[in-house]
């Protein structure tokens, strides 16, 4: 390493940075690149609390994610450029690891289409389309009709299973009764409704100069609908959220509550496979690190299924390595190309970011294939990180360096707040 940058790979016992590390029989991955995490209206993962972007990117170091691309809202009356200044000086002193924005999009009118172009000009070529509420018609498919002839070039639109399904039908009149049983949880979208929403995506995509992914892919049924349609149009990419390659519903243990609901076992192997072929591109943290058995809200939570938690992020290359390398389902290659250089391109950090190519960010996570992640001490598991490191791991992360700089060790956060905002360019998948 020279000025946090990587100088030159060879044979790699060691390199150079502050002192000389042992990396026999050790592998070294580039950083992950999370583009899927939200922190807003999120209880007491909300930015501004103290356990906002300070919490979830310690996490994130811990689980080798160096870079982390979150949503930002713009008030009203704001001009893009001010609310990315204001929001990077929110967060400069309080990450982790080094951070991004996506604007968070809810309606289209006159100025937004400028709004774009003045964000992309900032550094932020990205949004988010939410769904506003359960019981809400937005977004709907004249939202995503009026932004894509706008769209500035390679402009990326992030839209989860969710959001499209409302897209794609009148899911909503469902959103009173989700939640309220964990039967009715787990049956609200179900796989042919998602993959409904992807092929709805492939055929409205068709012509845009934007980008579009699908964050938290969930059932084989969307994978073959991808398949179908993509010739549509190669500008929609799915990504899978991790918890779908770690959990299933299926076998003794409750299933975890995520959104969209846990699926098979069989869907699980496909979404492996898939990710191995390039059918789909990338892995995700999770939608919303919501705290276990609490609502959207932060309140405890009513029906008894555990959120994702920050362990999202704190297991991801842990959880990735385990169950895909170790289990043959994923090639080394393949796993480094979907936790980090495919979701660097897809931000337009590549190849600063996401790859081990001289005069890239030396962002290098040291993992022990032959050493165990173990399961967090009884009593010692935070609501914030239920239920993933209520496991085991085959393969433990002995450091993270983030530019040169050594950030965790042995799990343990050694540095905090040495996080930079990065402005990027258009997407470059």
């Not at 409302?166 to 964990?182: F, H, T, W």
């Not at 398949?227 to 519903?249: E, I």
């Not at 789909?280 to 919303?288: D, I, N, R, T």
Request: hydrophobic share 40%; net charge negative.
């Amino acid at each position: 390493m020279e000025n946090g940058r990587i100088r030159a790979f060879g044979d790699l016992e060691g390199w150079e940075a502050d002192e000389e590390v042992d990396c026999t029989g050790k592998l070294l991955l580039p950083g992950a690149v999370d583009l899927s995490l939200n922190l807003l209206d999120n209880g007491p993962f909300d930015p501004e609390s103290e356990a906002g972007v300070a919490l979830a990117t310690e996490q994130a170091a811990r689980g080798g994610v160096t870079t982390v691309v979150s949503t930002m809202s713009i008030e009203a009356g704001e001009s893009a450029s001010q609310a990315i200044e204001t929001q990077r000086g929110a967060d400069t002193g309080k990450a982790a690891v080094d951070f991004g924005y996506h604007l968070r999009i809810a309606d289209w009118g006159p100025g937004r289409s400028t709004q774009l172009r003045s964000a992309t000009e900032a550094g932020v070529p990205s949004a988010w389309l939410p769904c506003q509420s359960l019981d809400a018609s937005m977004p709907s498919p004249a939202l995503l009709l009026a932004m894509l002839p706008d769209l500035p070039d390679d402009f990326l639109l992030l839209i989860g299973p969710w959001d499209a399904a409302v897209m794609a039908s009148n899911l909503n009149r469902l959103g009173k009764s989700l939640g309220e049983e964990p039967p009715l949880w787990r049956e609200t979208l179900t796989p042919a409704q998602e993959a409904a929403a992807v092929d709805m995506l492939l055929r409205h995509a068709a012509g845009t100069r934007g980008r579009i992914l699908l964050h938290g892919i969930s059932s084989h049924l969307s994978l073959e609908a991808y398949r179908r349609g993509r010739d549509r149009s190669t500008r929609v990419h799915l990504a899978t959220g991790l918890p779908y390659l770690l959990l299933h519903d299926g076998g003794d243990a409750p299933p975890a509550r995520t959104w969209p609901p846990l699926r098979q076992r069989n869907d699980q192997q496909r979404l492996f496979s898939a990710l191995e072929d390039a059918g789909c591109q990338a892995v995700v943290s999770g939608h919303k690190p919501r705290t276990a058995g609490r609502d959207d809200d932060g309140n405890p939570g009513s029906n008894g299924i555990p959120a994702q938690g920050l362990s999202t992020l704190s297991r991801f290359y842990q959880g990735l390595h385990a169950e895909g390398v170790a289990k043959w389902r994923l090639s080394l290659g393949a796993l480094s190309q979907v936790a980090a250089a495919d979701p660097a391109k897809l931000a337009g950090l590549h190849p600063r970011k996401g790859s081990l190519l001289p005069g890239s960010d030396a962002d290098i996570v040291v993992l022990s294939p032959s050493e165990e992640t173990p399961r967090a001490p009884e009593g010692s598991t935070s609501e914030f990180l239920a239920p993933l490191e209520d496991r085991a791991y085959e393969g433990r992360i002995e450091r993270v360096y983030l530019r040169g700089r050594l950030v965790t060790q042995d799990d343990k956060v050694v540095e905090k707040a040495a996080g930079e905002f990065l402005p990027r360019r258009p997407s470059l998948r």
